[in-house]
């Protein structure tokens, strides 16, 4: 008998298809396995049951991040907490504000539980999100206006303050927020109000935010840090905003027709 032919009697080719398959479905079960690792077992009003699916959440594995933190992936983390009540009592039931929708963190106004410290910068491990005061090597172009000393209108046209500084993203270099300091609030405050949930009058010389009234800039949630803001503020300060498109004014959940 020839020896060495191996060839002539086994396919050789149909055995490199077999297990080029078994290895491309091996590759799609890792990557579908591994892409639990965030947001799993999902969260059920049902009682003694664990959402996961299949294939089922992997084992914990730690990764170690840019700034030398530590982070266990899946982890435990605690349900997410907001002001409602549900309308109806069965699962599912659609949820209602309690107290100030605008901050009860439902609906548009959801945020999520980030990180409560500022997103760092690749390049030199510092806070991407600062004033302009704080980033001597960034300054406003030419072709944009200045915005410092503008006021700031509600949508009922109730000016809430005078802006005071601008914002910028040293990582995009765009200007990510306005920081204004209210005319009248309860007490001494700045908050930050985003590029994008505005329009520039230079003509009139303020800023319009068609989502909140004047009075409810006072309710903006404030940063920890005069200097920065973290990831967990920006979440609630973009949230609060878009609440107001539908909580602002009550008129605004009603029906069109």
Do not use: C
Not at 61 to 81: C, Q, S, V, W
Not at 142 to 168: M, N
Not at 187 to 211: C, D
Not at 233 to 244: C, F, N, Q, T, V
């Amino acid at each position: 008998m020839q020896q060495g032919a191996l060839t002539n009697y086994v396919d050789v080719a149909q055995i490199a298809l077999y297990v080029f398959w078994l290895a491309f479905a091996a590759i799609i079960y890792y990557l579908l396995q591994e892409n639990k690792r965030e947001g799993y077992p999902l969260i059920t009003e049902r009682k003694n049951i664990v959402v996961q699916g299949f294939p089922f959440v992997p084992a914990p594995k730690t990764f170690l991040m840019p700034n030398g933190h530590k982070i266990l992936a899946p982890r435990y983390e605690a349900p997410e907490t907001f002001n409602g009540v549900p309308s109806a009592n069965f699962p599912g039931a659609p949820y209602e504000p309690v107290g100030n929708p605008m901050l009860s963190g439902m609906g548009p106004g959801a945020w999520a539980r980030r990180a409560d410290e500022p997103d760092l910068a690749w390049d030199d491990n510092l806070p991407k999100i600062v004033p302009l005061r704080a980033a001597p090597a960034f300054f406003l172009a030419w072709e944009d206006p200045d915005l410092t000393g503008f006021d700031v209108v509600g949508l009922d046209g109730v000016v809430a303050g005078k802006i005071v500084d601008s914002w910028v993203d040293r990582s995009e270099v765009v200007l990510r927020y306005v920081e204004v300091e209210l005319t009248h609030p309860k007490e001494a405050k700045r908050i930050l109000l985003p590029i994008h949930y505005m329009t520039i009058s230079k003509k009139q010389k303020h800023v319009r935010s068609g989502f909140i009234t004047g009075a409810q800039f006072a309710d903006v949630p404030a940063t920890r840090n005069a200097e920065t803001v973290t990831l967990l503020e920006e979440d609630k300060i973009l949230a609060y905003y878009s609440a107001g498109m539908l909580y602002a004014r009550s008129g605004r959940m009603d029906p069109l027709i």
